[in-house]
C-alpha cells in the first residue's frame, strides 16, 4: 500500500541486483495475500539449501517440510539467493517497516502523490451514475457527483449521450479539485468497448476545450489490471449501467472474448424500487439508492432463502445480477458470462484467467457477492483448474487505486498522446494510443 516505499525499494532492487532484473514487491496486506497464496511465495528456481543458507543467516522463517515457502514474506525476484546479504537485509527490513506502518498509518498520512512532483496526474473516471475525480497516487477518489446535468443522465450504460452535458461534468470535476486542466496529464476512465468515435470526442473536449497537456483514455478493466499487477487476469467490472467480463493475456487485451451484460446496478434499483411499491411502499431515488446499500446482499442459494426471507425484495433486487431470469430478461447471469468469456479465448490462457478473476465496481460490493460467485464458478472450472477471485477489501476504488499503481511505473509516461501529437495527427493516434 505505501507506494512512496515500494517504489524507492523497487528502485533499489532493480539497480543492485546481480541480475539487472526488474524487481517487483508485493504490497498487499498479510490477510490478504495469504487468502490466496497461502502466506509466501514460492521461490522457483532457487537453489534450496544456499537459500536456506541465506535466510537462516538473515533470522527468516524457514520451512522444512515446503523449502520453497518463504512465510509471510514475498519475493518475486529471480535467484534470490544469489543477493548479496545486505540487500537482503535491506528488503527484509523495508517488509518489515511496511508491516508495521500498514497498521498504523492510512494513505492520506505518507501519501505516495507528493514523490510525482510536478509530473502529478489528474483521474476522472466517467461512470454511468456517478463521475469520480482524484490523483494518481492517491488511494481513493477526491471527489464524486452524479453523472447528470439539469437532473438528466449523461450516460446510458456506459454510452455519452450529451457531449456538451459530459463537457459540463469535466469541468466540474477540475473545478472540485481546484486545479486547471492545463497544468497536468489526465487519466479518463471509461466503460470497455467503448466506441472509437466516443473516444475522439472525449479527447476534443480535452484537447480542443480544455487544452490538457497529456491525455490517456483507458478501460476501468485496465485499470482493474494495473491495480492486480498480474499481466494475465479475467477482470469483471459491475457498475451502475453494465457489467464486463474482460480477459488480458500477458498484459495483451483479448478483445473478441470480451462479456458484457446489460443487467447492472441500475436495474436492481428498479427491480428493488418495483417490489416495493408493490407492497405499497414509495421511495424516491434516493431512498432507494440507500435502501440497497444498507439492507440488500446476495443470497448464497436463493430458491430455497425465497421462501423464507420475509422482506424478499432484499434478496431479489441484487440476485438479478446472478439469474436475470428473475426478472424475466433472458439473458446470460454474470458467471455464465465470465465461463463464456474465459472460453472464448485460446486454450492455452485459460488456466491463467481462471485463477486470477479480478473483481471490481461498486455492485460487486453486497455482502455474500463474492462468496456466491466463488461457488457458482466452482460448478463451471475445467477439470483440474480452480476459479481463484484475487481478494480486494474496497472495489469501490479498484480503478482509483489502478490508476495509482499505473502512474509509478516507467511505462506509463510513454502511453498518453500530447496535445502536440493530437495537433498533428488527430483521431488516427487513438489506434496506436488507446488500444485497451
Known amino acids: 500500500r505505501l507506494h512512496w516505499l515500494r517504489t524507492k525499494t523497487e528502485k533499489f532492487m532493480t539497480t543492485f541486483n546481480p541480475h539487472r532484473a526488474k524487481a517487483w514487491i508485493d504490497t498487499q496486506s498479510t490477510a490478504e495475500f495469504a487468502q490466496y497464496r497461502q502466506g509466501g511465495a514460492a ?3 532457487l537453489n534450496v539449501e544456499k537459500t536456506k543458507e541465506t535466510m537462516l543467516k538473515l533470522g527468516l522463517p524457514w520451512d522444512e517440510v515446503e523449502p520453497h515457502t518463504v512465510d509471510r514474506m514475498t519475493w518475486m525476484m529471480p535467484m534470490l539467493a544469489d543477493y548479496p546479504v545486505e540487500i537482503l537485509r535491506f528488503l527484509r527490513d523495508v517488509c518489515q517497516l511496511t508491516e508495521t506502518m500498514e497498521e498504523s498509518l492510512d494513505w492520506n498520512t505518507v501519501s505516495s502523490r507528493s514523490e510525482l512532483g510536478e509530473d502529478q496526474v489528474v483521474v476522472i473516471d466517467l461512470g454511468t451514475s456517478t463521475i469520480k475525480v482524484g490523483w494518481g497516487g492517491d488511494p481513493a477518489p477526491s471527489f464524486s457527483f452524479p453523472s447528470q446535468v439539469d437532473g438528466k443522465p449523461v450516460l446510458d450504460r456506459g454510452v455519452v449521450k450529451d457531449w456538451s452535458a459530459l463537457e459540463k461534468l469535466i469541468s466540474l470535476a477540475y473545478e472540485k479539485l481546484k486545479t486547471s486542466p492545463t497544468a497536468y496529464t489526465v487519466i479518463v476512465a471509461v466503460a470497455p468497448k467503448t466506441p472509437k468515435g466516443h473516444k475522439e470526442n472525449i479527447a476534443k473536449i480535452m484537447f480542443n476545450t480544455l487544452k490538457v497537456p497529456n491525455l490517456f483514455i483507458c478501460t476501468t478493466s485496465y485499470l ?5 499487477e498480474k499481466l494475465s487476469s479475467l477482470v469483471v467490472t459491475c457498475g451502475a449501467g453494465i457489467c464486463h467480463a474482460v480477459p ?3 498484459g495483451v487485451l483479448i478483445s473478441h472474448a470480451i462479456g458484457r451484460l446489460d443487467v447492472a ?5 428498479e427491480t428493488l424500487q418495483n417490489e416495493l411499491q408493490a407492497k405499497g411502499i414509495h421511495l424516491n431515488p434516493q431512498e432507494i439508492e440507500e435502501e440497497k446499500l444498507n439492507c440488500c446482499r446476495v443470497s448464497l442459494n436463493y430458491e430455497s432463502e425465497k421462501t423464507t426471507e420475509s422482506k424478499l425484495e432484499r434478496i431479489k433486487a441484487p440476485e438479478i445480477i446472478f439469474s436475470p431470469n428473475v426478472i424475466m430478461k433472458e439473458t446470460q447471469g454474470i458467471c455464465e458470462m465470465i465461463r463464456r468469456t474465459i472460453g472464448s479465448c485460446d486454450v492455452d490462457t485459460r488456466r491463467a484467467l481462471w485463477e486470477n478473476i479480478v473483481v471490481c ?8 457477492f463474492i462468496e456466491r460467485l466463488q461457488e457458482e464458478l466452482k460448478t463451471l472450472t475445467p477439470e483440474n483448474t480452480e476459479a481463484r477471485i484475487i481478494p480486494q477489501k474496497n472495489r469501490l476504488l479498484t480503478v482509483q487505486q489502478g490508476a495509482s499503481k499505473l502512474v509509478f511505473w516507467d511505462e506509463f509516461y510513454d502511453m498518453p498522446i500530447s496535445a502536440a501529437d493530437w495537433e498533428i495527427e488527430g483521431a488516427d493516434i487513438l489506434d496506436e494510443k488507446c488500444l485497451n
Open 43 to 45: 521461490l522457483n528456481g
Open 224 to 228: 482493474g489490471l494495473c491495480w492486480t
Open 248 to 250: 488480458f493475456y500477458e
Open 265 to 269: 446496478g441500475q436495474d436492481i434499483n
Open 361 to 368: 465496481g461498486g455492485t460487486s460490493m453486497f455482502k455474500g
